[in-house]
């Protein structure tokens, strides 16, 4: 079945580039997601991308899409503290049931 | 103006019991679900909803159900609560398209089985 892959850590210092991977197993993923969790909030979509891109930006959030490895990445600029929470990425696949399938969420950890 | 509400916060009960976790969206979306977080953070689909079909992750015990009484509602009841049932319980809800189908999840109900 469709599997979904993260470091379970990650800690950098303010101010430096924090780059957070992910890797899936499902060749026909559509899209793909970037949710944040920060302490005992939800999930909240951060970004996307669609599966014929290579890449997109979004002020401080930079995501890199390889599909033929199948390695999804989310690169967040200039790091700060409030960056602090669990990434979780997850894929979908369009045409019939739509169900997510999210990584085990990767922890950011920003110390100063 | 919250977009994914649910109720309660935090449900403390105990072993046996049966409890309901209520969950409202006003997106305007046809789809609703919930998601079981355990105390990894690992994220299991439970439920996926909308008014032609309910997909069930087959791996949830039948003392879980889900209850819609209209589009904007999937309410979750739980029979003969177990102690492995403490997690973090998330509604969310999206709209099905043929595109980007983005979910929207609620704050999150800590439940705690004694």
């Known amino acids: 079945g469709e599997d979904v892959e993260q470091s379970l850590f990650l800690s950098v210092r303010e101010g430096d580039s924090s780059v957070i991977n992910c890797t899936y197993t499902d060749s026909s993923s559509t899209y793909l997601y970037w949710y944040k969790q920060e302490p005992g909030a939800g999930l909240q979509l951060l970004t996307y991308?669609?599966?014929?891109?290579d890449m997109k930006q979004d002020q401080r959030l930079t995501v890199l899409l390889n599909k033929k490895d199948k390695h999804l990445s989310l690169r967040i600029a200039d790091t700060q503290t409030g960056d602090s929470a669990i990434y979780f990425c997850?894929?979908?696949?369009?045409?019939?049931?739509?169900?997510?399938?999210f990584g085990r969420g990767t922890s950011l950890i920003v110390h100063p | 103006d919250t977009a994914v509400s649910q109720t309660p916060k935090y449900l403390v009960t105990q072993m046996g019991n049966d409890k309901s976790i209520k969950c409202e969206q006003n997106?305007?979306?046809?789809?609703m679900y919930w998601y079981k977080q355990d105390s990894k953070k690992f994220l299991k689909i439970m439920f996926s909803y909308n008014n032609k079909e309910l997909i069930i992750n087959e791996t949830v015990p039948n003392r879980f159900s889900p209850k819609s009484p209209d589009k904007a509602h999937l309410n979750l009841h739980i029979n003969s609560l177990e102690l492995g049932d403490s997690a973090v319980y998330f509604c969310?809800?999206?709209?099905?398209?043929?595109?980007?189908?983005?979910?929207?999840f609620g704050p999150g109900t800590r439940l705690l089985v004694l």
């Open positions: 991308i669609f599966s014929n891109m």
């Open positions: 997106l305007g979306h046809d789809t």
């Open positions: 997850a894929e979908s696949a369009s045409g019939g049931s739509y169900i997510p399938t």
């Open positions: 969310a809800s999206s709209h099905t398209t043929s595109g980007q189908e983005t979910q929207y």
